[in-house]
């Protein structure tokens, strides 16, 4: 039975005569205190919404931190390309990938290749000792 009906039930009953007004109070503050009994035990409702899991929370900090690493990696990388020295390496790389190429060719005798293949080893060299990176 809910309180407002229970409370009803007491009102006719002391309109009815059959309680008298003080019998009647004591038996509303009983219903009161279990009522309010009840309501503590129940769970309350929060405005919040209810949380999500940590799972997904810390799928979007590794994404997000992935996302802003990738972004600070290329403004770095693109001021690297574009500095004197980073500009020097990238030619010096292309001028050793020539090399190679060129003593590649099948129209070379094989004395001109192996002395291309000296060139190519000495611009290696050189690289490694300046750049301390193999090319």
Request: hydrophobic share 35%.
């Amino acid at each position: 039975m809910s309180t407002t009906a229970e409370l009803e039930r007491l009102a006719a009953l002391r309109e009815q005569g059959l309680l008298s007004d003080e019998e009647f109070e004591h038996a509303k503050r009983l219903i009161l205190r279990q009522a309010s009994d009840r309501e503590s035990e129940q769970p309350r409702a929060t405005s919040r919404p209810p949380e999500k899991s940590n799972f997904w929370r810390i799928v979007r900090w590794v994404i997000g931190i992935a996302a802003v690493l990738f972004i600070v990696m290329l403004i770095v990388g693109s001021n690297y390309a574009n500095s004197p020295e980073g500009r020097a390496k990238l030619e010096s790389k292309a001028s050793i990938e020539r090399c190679w190429a060129e003593q590649a060719r099948k129209s070379l005798d094989p004395s001109s290749q192996r002395m291309m293949a000296r060139m190519c080893e000495i611009l290696e060299s050189q690289y490694r000792d300046k750049y301390g990176t193999n090319p």
